[in-house]
């Protein structure tokens, strides 16, 4: 089993517990491999979240660089029973994130990345629901259909930009939308035009579409994104893999068994994942019906219908 996006409370302040433990956890509950993704800093007091309003930009940067050289420690430590592969989170904020972003990989060469959506009009989309409707009024007419525009249109200039091996919780911008949330993009064809050339970018340079099973803690019945969205993969001959995007050691895993269901229910019959080959980072492919065999999904036997 393999995941590739997590973060912990070390250096976080939305999450909880230690690396430590984390890496310790992950190893007991049988994972293969483990990507280590904390945020990037941002580089703006503007960006900053209300529970990180004591800190400063140099303080970002400075738990950024505690959690790269911790991260790699641990990998070093835990060679011979895990791969773990270090590596970040992005925002793109505003298109200055460019250069935030390759002066980060100059610096600490990451074995790889995700590259995610959080803001609109440079407001948080996945905060809580005010601030979501705050994005939501910056754009056009101020309806969701102008806001996922603007959503799909940001997250298409990020992965131009970054090129992102792992593309992060595709289509959150749904997460607080109550009326639309369930509905098919399509009834908005222009913005479903978007999504479309959002997906041919990425798999034009082979980039990987997580499916991410935080989405069915926050409330979803199926992790990001969608099914619609899934098809249009899936017809592409687009490439998925698995994250649980865990904040924690609750969350390691969490609903890895729902996401289970809901792959199969779509007929997917591969997953990709990152590995690294003499330090190099590379995609491998395993089939869902081996992955099935794997001794980790007896942890979830008491409960795999619920």
Known sequence: MRSHHSHSGDYILHAKDHLDDIVEQV?????????LTEHIPRNNLADLYPEEMHLQVSDLESNFDKFYHHARRL???????????????????????KSLMANLRAKYNFD????????????????????????????????????????FDEQYAM???L??????????IRLFSVQDSEKSITQWPDVFAKVERNLDYIIGYGGLIELNSAAIRKGWSEPYP???????????????CLSDDSHGIAQIGLNFHKTLNHIEKLGITELSYLDLENGKLVIRKEKVAVMKTDPFWEQYKTNMNN
């Open 27 to 35: 190893i007991a509950r049988g994972f293969k491999s483990y990507c």
């Open 75 to 97: 990998q070093s430590k835990y060679a011979e029973q895990i791969t773990l592969l270090v590596g970040c989170e992005t925002d793109y904020i505003r298109p200055d994130f």
């Open 112 to 151: 790889m990345f995700v590259g995610s959506i959080h803001h609109v009009k440079e407001v948080p989309i996945d905060f809580d629901l005010p601030t979501w409707e705050e994005a939501m009024r910056k754009c056009g007419a101020g309806t969701p259909r102008d806001l996922y525009a603007a959503y």
């Open 159 to 161: 992965i131009v930009d």
């Open 163 to 172: 090129k992102p091996p792992i593309v992060g919780h595709f289509d959150l």
């Open 226 to 240: 969608r099914a619609d969205i899934c098809k249009m993969v899936l017809d592409k001959g687009g490439q998925f």
